[in-house]
């Protein structure tokens, strides 16, 4: 098998607990040739654990170790300009969510992509997830019949909720959002991650192509003793998918998880007649998790553009708009009104986030 050589560039939450393992089994297909961190004794010490060079300057390592794709995984408010440098040196780009905070920014990276010729992939991780893949499998069979109305309720947030419902509606276009935002105090404080005594709550009713109806909720704090359990759902008008259930006229069925003797994930079925499968091509690395399955595609799909000189499977035309609708929603509850999609300028929200930015840095998140 043909290798491409990978630099993991960001080795914090996301990067050493998500990627690294991944990047460290696929060794049939990625040649792993460094590590890039600005926390020096945190790079040193995962690269000396991996066996693999690290570095703590993003230009130094493009120099010296000559990789054909960066694996970004900074966080988000660094992407596009992490993800410019790369480009400049001819390196493909596989990027972690967001593909950016907002859309000058996305547009930011996108541009420097397209202008040093270079692949650019973003890592959205939900709709890779096996049962995610299974679910989009149910839908393109026809079993629900057509798709009419789909649901996130505090499942994911922001940009990932979009993926699955941009997923659901088959990817057709979103025409508007309608969203509000409210917060009331709780009686008693909510830990997630932190002591929390007031709730915030966003709204959305976001209108496909076709008259798809896309409800989307988030809370914070998002796991609550106090709420209903987080799902998604699907209806159609012969049926509906609720989370990993199949509600049809006559009977459930629920979504199969089938493992190999190693315990392996091999495929994910809904026992129908045909059956409805979903085959895990990443069972030979021992990849079971979804996350473990989404970042591996991420990966591959990187791989193959650059070898192919192919577009990529996602991509950063499908990553932004996820990230335009997820901008649309906090437009439309900032201002509370509806939003047309797609944008046609930089919104309030945007502005706002920019702000945010310059404040904290002392420079515009688009200066060059």
């Not at 890592?123 to 789909?150: H, P, Y």
Request: glycine share 6%; proline share 4%; with cysteine.
């Amino acid at each position: 098998m043909e290798k491409v050589k990978i630099a993991l560039v960001g080795v914090g939450n996301r990067g050493w607990y998500a990627h690294l393992p991944i990047i460290t089994r696929m060794t049939d297909a990625l040649d792993f040739v460094a590590i890039c961190d600005l926390d020096a004794k945190r790079a040193q010490e995962i690269g000396e654990s991996v066996g693999v060079p690290y570095y703590f300057n993003l230009e130094e390592m493009l120099a010296k170790a000559k990789p054909d794709i960066a694996d970004i995984c900074t966080p988000g408010e660094t992407h596009h300009l992490v993800a410019k440098t790369v480009a400049e040196h001819g390196v493909s780009i596989l990027c972690e969510t967001p593909i950016a905070i907002t859309l000058p920014c996305a547009d930011f990276m996108i541009s420097a992509a397209q202008k040093n010729g270079v692949k650019l992939e973003v890592s959205e991780n939900v709709w890779r997830f096996a049962t995610e893949r299974l679910k989009a499998e149910i839908i393109r069979s026809g079993i629900i019949s057509k798709v009419v109305r789909t649901y996130n309720h505090r499942i994911w947030g922001a940009y990932h909720s979009m993926n699955a419902l941009r997923t659901y509606a088959a990817f057709r276009e979103a025409k508007s959002v309608w969203a509000l935002k409210t917060q009331n105090s709780l009686d008693h404080p909510i830990t997630d991650g932190r002591p929390m005594t007031t709730e915030t709550f966003v709204h959305a009713v976001i209108t496909f192509e076709d008259d798809i109806l896309a409800f989307y909720e988030q809370l914070s704090p998002r796991n609550s003793p106090l709420r209903r359990k987080p799902h998604t759902e699907v209806e159609g008008t012969g049926g509906s998918i609720v989370d990993t259930d199949v509600h049809l006229v006559d009977k459930k069925l629920s979504l199969k998880r089938i493992t190999n003797d190693a315990g392996a994930l091999e495929r994910m079925a809904l026992e129908t007649d045909p059956a409805v499968v979903w085959e895990n091509p990443f069972a030979q690395y021992g990849f079971s998790g979804d996350d473990q399955i989404a970042v591996a595609t991420g990966l591959w799909s990187i791989r193959k553009a650059v070898l192919e000189d192919a577009e990529p499977e996602y991509g950063s035309t499908n990553a932004r708009k996820d990230q335009e609708i997820a901008m649309a929603i906090g437009e439309s509850s900032l201002i509370s009104k509806k939003v047309e999609l797609p944008l046609k300028s930089v919104t309030t929200y945007e502005q706002n986030i920019h702000a945010n930015y310059e404040r904290q840095y002392g420079r515009s998140p688009l200066e060059d």
